[in-house]
């Protein structure tokens, strides 16, 4: 395990998320210029953080490979334009060149944001990130949310996944299988349902135990706030 200090914890977990928010929220909608600042900018973060593991990245990537793929494929064969190919080619069977282009930027962007998904996990524990919301959830409160039920919902959610993946790969390991037999899968994901539903019926009442964060020093609201000048200065004008 590495325990060497890096910069990224000197940024309290609640600066940390609403930078996630914020970077995430332009690039769904952004532009060229912001898409190739917000690449330079993984890039960096990426070098810096040793705990951000490149391979944990491609694995994240790996399991959205067909969902990127029908994004850029949608955008190339129905977004109309000038063919690829020009007229040699019948032009209905040909992605256009706007297509590929806008396909191509929202397909970085979606990389972009899996690749801040995974910087922010990596560096934020599951206590960190659930007293984080927690925090961020406290003006909610005037509109009836109870964010004690909110922050447990989420920490017991966290607390389940790495659960359930484990008997997701033991039940295919287990079922032998065959990749693209779309019928055994559906059998093999009734079954998990079965297997989930009996074991939370099964599960003894806990004691769960939130950490609330201290307040976030006033100065750190530097962070959030130049990366929102940064995004907004590359904004087009309308």
């Not at 690449?39 to 990426?46: D, L």
């Not at 899968?185 to 964060?213: F, K, M, P, T, W």
């Amino acid at each position: 395990m590495n325990t060497k200090t890096g910069w990224h914890d000197h940024v309290h977990p609640v600066f940390r998320v609403i930078c996630f928010v914020i970077f995430s929220l332009f690039l769904a909608l952004g532009n060229f210029s912001q898409l190739v600042v917000a690449s330079f900018g993984v890039f960096v973060v990426f070098a810096t953080t040793a705990s951000c593991e490149l391979s944990g990245f491609m694995k994240m990537l790996r399991r959205m490979r067909w969902f990127l793929l029908s994004i850029v494929f949608i955008y190339a064969w129905l977004t109309p334009g000038v063919p690829l190919f020009g007229e040699s080619f019948d032009s209905s069977l040909q992605p256009s060149v706007e297509g590929l282009w806008q396909g191509g930027q929202r397909l970085l962007a979606l990389v972009l944001i899996v690749a801040a998904v995974h910087w922010l996990l990596s560096v934020t524990s599951r206590q960190q990130l659930v007293a984080a919301l927690y925090w961020l959830t406290t003006p909610l409160q005037v509109l009836g949310l109870q964010r004690e039920r909110f922050a447990v919902r989420v920490a017991l959610t966290l607390e389940r996944v790495a659960d359930v993946q484990q008997q997701v790969a033991a039940q295919i390991e287990r079922s032998d299988v065959d990749k693209g037999d779309i019928k055994s899968y559906a059998a093999v994901a009734a079954d998990l349902v079965v297997g989930v539903v009996r074991q939370a019926g099964q599960s003894h009442c806990d004691v769960l135990e939130i950490n609330v964060v201290d307040k976030p020093p006033w100065w750190q609201w530097c962070w959030p706030s130049l990366l929102l000048a940064v995004m907004l200065l590359l904004t087009k004008p309308v």
